[in-house]
């Protein structure tokens, strides 16, 4: 017998931080660990309903995701590093938005 | 169903070792650091795939997640040059972001406490394995196959992003 609450809880918290993360970090790639962070609590939110459920279709969107991630940072990877060739920086706050820049 | 057993006390520990380093993942002033931070949290949430008797899972995290994603970020921290001792600048202003995380982190927490407090489920049989592939394969062959073509897109446009003189 084991209580679904605990990784439930575990995982809310997990997803607060990475939140927490992406918002307050201004390095691209600190930004992208919380996004990670993020979607990890996602995973174990899905394993755990799997657990309740006694089902396993939980389990396969987490392999999707998990595949998902791993495209997601290499491009994410590719983006950074032509941004730090162009701008010699990978703040994200001194990325220019729009047209306005030179 | 208020008595605790061992799994739970197992749960709670390897729970509070997952969101203690994630804390370090987000607080640290050294970027290396928050990389080998972020290994501990997700060996920590493998612990609990299979505490959950997600065995496949748990493997496929520790082989992807802490073999390749994180040495994939690592080597994007080495590639921008980033310092190696403590950095100044990594941080924006606190109070958005600790109110926006806090307001969500805290406010699913509650929530999942509220809905599930009480309940306690029979620990699943171990051996999930084969249940998961029958399940891709008859029911979300598609996805799965659709899901190679995103690799290879993901594949193909890294490179292109990465070439060294792409038209700009």
């Keep these: 017998m084991i209580k679904p609450v605990i990784p439930l809880i575990t995982a809310a918290l997990l997803f607060g931080i990475g939140v927490y993360g992406v918002l307050r970090r201004r390095n691209a790639v600190l930004v992208l660990m919380s996004v990670e962070l993020m979607l990890n609590a996602v995973n174990l939110i899905l394993v755990t309903g799997d657990s309740i459920r006694q089902q396993v279709n939980g389990q396969v969107f987490v392999l999707f995701i998990i595949v998902i991630a791993a495209a997601e940072v290499g491009i994410g990877l590719a983006l950074v590093l032509r941004l730090f060739r162009i701008r010699g920086s990978i703040n994200v706050d001194e990325v220019p938005l729009g047209d306005r820049q030179s | ?168």
Excluded at chain 2, 47 to 72: C, M
């Design chain 2, 1 to 168: 169903m208020t008595v605790i057993t061992l799994a739970d006390i197992m749960f709670g520990a390897v729970g509070l070792v997952a969101v203690g380093a994630a804390l370090a993942v987000v607080s640290t002033s050294h970027l290396v650091r928050a990389g080998l931070w972020l290994v501990v949290t997700l060996g920590a949430i493998a612990v609990e795939f299979l505490l959950l008797r997600a065995e496949f899972v748990a493997w496929v995290q520790v082989l992807i997640y802490v073999g390749a994603i994180v040495v994939l970020l690592l080597f994007a921290v080495m590639l921008t040059k980033a310092p190696i001792g403590r950095s100044t600048d990594l941080d924006r202003p606190i109070w958005p972001a600790l109110l926006v995380g806090a307001g969500s982190g805290l406010g699913l927490a509650t929530l999942f406490a509220w809905v599930y407090a009480s309940d306690g489920i029979s620990a699943p049989p171990v051996g999930s394995a084969e249940k998961l592939g029958q399940n891709i394969f008859r029911d979300w062959v598609l996805p799965f196959e659709v899901l190679s073509v995103l690799l290879l897109a993901a594949l193909v446009g890294a490179i292109v992003l990465s070439k060294k003189d792409a038209k700009s």
